[in-house]
């Protein structure tokens, strides 16, 4: 059976620990000199940055550079990254800023404060490099049935925080698993706007993330979680409801690069340095529609906006 460098750290490589200082050995003892290995995380819009990152610097640098595209989660990538066995996956200041130890409470509502935040302890705690962000916002909303939105007046969080509150549970809201049961998700909202003493009555099921979308604009739910940029929203013609308070953290991807190797192999830094500066929220949703919603393969995808950008 071929055994794969990708299922190797899918098996729990990453933990193990091996070493790749300088971009000089990687596992399975395969040589890499100069060779760069491009992770992401497993949804498309990261697969999308991912693959970016891959073809621009297969464009514009001689290293030899390897798809490791849909490795797994922020955990795993982020150690992956850390421990030297991949180079790089783009990863969001939001998150790195809640999930990542040392994991801070306090929401940082500035982008760039929160992404310099990020990056300066990065590179103090893990000699990591967070290179340029995008400045498009990929946070949590709460999508609703525009009709439920406007027979009920519900336009902003605060707005179904009120109705809630005022016994308003008989609707369904859906979400997934994980969002129901984070402190930046779920429960952190419903203490934040003030209902979380009602929110045990609201019917709340669980369901695949990316189902979320079909089932509210089918009508088999009234409200439920998504993500900003998702295509999804527009597709089904759903509602947004206003983060007033601004509870959700800011969600700017950036490249999360291994220090050592991006000492040994600086060519990389101006490659991945201009991506991220050029792609503003309609163009993201752009991007992911024709993969989700069209069906188009994502590294063409990628390919062809850099190359509409003159980035290759």
Request: glycine share 10%.
């Amino acid at each position: 059976m071929t055994r794969t460098r990708r299922a190797f750290l899918k098996r729990g490589g990453a933990a193990a620990g091996i070493a790749a200082t300088a971009g000089c050995t990687s596992v399975l003892g395969i040589e890499s000199t100069n060779t760069v290995q491009v992770s992401s995380m497993r949804f498309t819009e990261d697969i999308i940055l991912g693959y970016m990152a891959l073809e621009s610097l297969r464009e514009n640098t001689d290293l030899s550079v390897l798809d490791e595209t849909g490795l797994g989660g922020v955990t795993m990538n982020f150690r992956a990254v850390k421990n030297g066995e991949v180079t790089l996956y783009w990863l969001y200041s939001g998150g790195a800023w809640a999930t990542i130890p040392p994991k801070h409470d306090r929401v940082i509502p500035d982008a760039e404060e929160l992404y310099q935040a990020v990056k300066r302890e990065f590179e103090r705690v893990y000699d990591l490099e967070y290179l340029n962000r995008a400045p498009f916002n990929n946070t949590y909303v709460l999508i609703a049935d525009p009709a439920w939105a406007e027979r009920t007046g519900v336009q902003t969080m605060s707005d179904f925080a009120s109705y809630v509150a005022e016994g308003n549970t008989d609707f369904t809201v859906v979400m997934g698993p994980e969002f129901q049961q984070r402190a930046d998700g779920w429960p952190g909202l419903a203490k934040h706007y003030g209902f979380d003493q009602m929110r045990g009555n609201l019917n709340v099921r669980n369901v695949g993330s990316s189902l979320t979308y079909q089932i509210v604009g089918e009508g088999g739910a009234e409200v439920g979680m998504g993500f900003s940029t998702n295509p999804k929203i527009r597709q089904y013609g759903l509602t947004t409801l206003e983060d007033d308070e601004r509870f959700f953290p800011i969600y700017n991807p950036a490249p999360l690069v291994n220090g050592e190797a991006l000492e040994a192999m600086p060519e990389m830094r101006e490659p991945l340095n201009a991506i991220g500066p050029t792609l503003d929220t309609e163009t993201i949703l752009r991007l992911n529609g024709l993969v989700s919603l069209q069906g188009r393969d994502p590294q063409n995808v990628a390919r062809e906006y850099l190359r509409s950008e003159g980035l290759i």
